[in-house]
């Protein structure tokens, strides 16, 4: 005999529900095992160091490990594309930063679009860069450093860590607000640029605080300005490219992103630990440290960021013409 209508589609309703039930208590209790944060960086950098920073945190509060894996090469690309082939369980997170916005513009063929592939869970720091000068060069304004390179056009050399990298995008786009002509000497990262503008083979250098504190403490360098639209902490002397040229504005970033498809709730779970962090004192100090100004915020604070960023710098490269090497 048939069941009664009623009975039926109660029994129906329960089974419909038995799973998505099971899927919530999943994600209720994530994590369950470890979790990996792949960042495209060598172990020691500024990047990486905030990376374990963060998961330093995250493993505390979470109650899981969350380790950090390095997979460095292409500029970022291949921690990416690993993420992104990963199953969306929010076991798998990238380290997300200025050089995954950069890449969509620089590279031609990429198997996979940042801002479709991945779901963004929340920003980290932001990363100022201050344009610096070898001590013996002949200018300590910003003003003073234009007017000189309009005097010399083609004679400043400008140290850069490579082509598509931030010293590089952050020179392209003040000599597109200022119309200055500098020479790019690009190397391979900021650590091998720094003995040379120190040894003064170069003239100068926009590069991340992170990279130069030391130096300038040091008084082995000597800031002009700050790439930030606000001063910062570190060098509270020290005034902003934009007080001179209006509208400039430069900075790196960190966040953290997901594979597409990772459910909400592990998201907002893990934005909350995130955004918990950055407003703990301890780790704002830390990050402070590193001359980082934290970059608290929501998911869609995040995407926003990764978006607008994306257009930034990409109409930067087309302008210059910047390709990947």
């Not at 380790?67 to 929010?90: H, K, L, Y």
């Not at 790019?184 to 130069?212: C, E, K, N, T, W």
């Not at 594979?259 to 962090?277: C, G, S, Y």
């Not at 830390?286 to 001359?291: E, I, K, N, S």
């Amino acid at each position: 005999m048939d069941l009664p209508r009623r009975r039926f589609l109660q029994f129906a309703a329960s089974a419909a529900a038995l799973p998505v039930t099971r899927i919530a208590r999943a994600q209720e209790s994530y994590p369950t095992r470890p979790v990996r944060l792949l960042v495209g960086y060598a172990a020691g950098g500024p990047a990486d160091t905030v990376a374990r920073l963060t998961a330093q945190w995250l493993s505390q509060r979470l109650g899981q490990q969350v380790v950090v894996e390095n997979r460095v090469g292409a500029a970022s690309n291949i921690a990416a594309e690993a993420v992104v082939s990963a199953p969306p369980d929010g076991y798998t997170l990238l380290y997300v930063t200025i050089s995954n916005a950069v890449n969509a513009t620089l590279y031609d063929k990429l198997s996979f679009d940042i801002r479709r592939d991945v779901v963004p869970i929340a920003s980290i720091t932001r990363s100022p860069g201050v344009l610096e000068v070898n001590p013996s060069f002949p200018a300590n304004t910003v003003l003073e450093f234009i007017a000189y390179a309009k005097a010399n056009p083609g004679k400043i050399n400008m140290a850069s860590a490579g082509p598509g990298s931030a010293p590089h995008l952050y020179t392209e786009l003040f000599k597109m607000m200022t119309g200055v002509d500098v020479v790019q000497v690009h190397y391979r990262g900021s650590g091998p640029a720094l003995p040379d503008l120190i040894a003064g083979q170069v003239h100068a250098m926009f590069d991340p605080i992170a990279s130069s504190i030391a130096h300038i403490r040091a008084g082995k360098l000597r800031p002009l300005a700050v790439t930030t639209a606000t001063r910062l902490e570190v060098l509270p002397d020290i005034p902003t490219v934009g007080d001179f040229v209006p509208g400039y504005e430069a900075s790196g970033w960190y966040g953290i992103g997901a594979p597409k498809n990772t459910p909400a709730e592990i998201v907002d779970r893990l934005n909350t630990e995130i955004n918990a962090a950055l407003a703990d004192p301890e780790m704002k100090a830390r990050f402070a440290d590193l001359g980082g100004t934290v970059l608290p915020g929501s998911p869609a604070d995040f995407g926003k960021l990764l978006a607008d960023e994306t257009n930034k710098w990409g109409k930067v490269i087309q302008t210059a013409n910047i390709k990947a090497e």
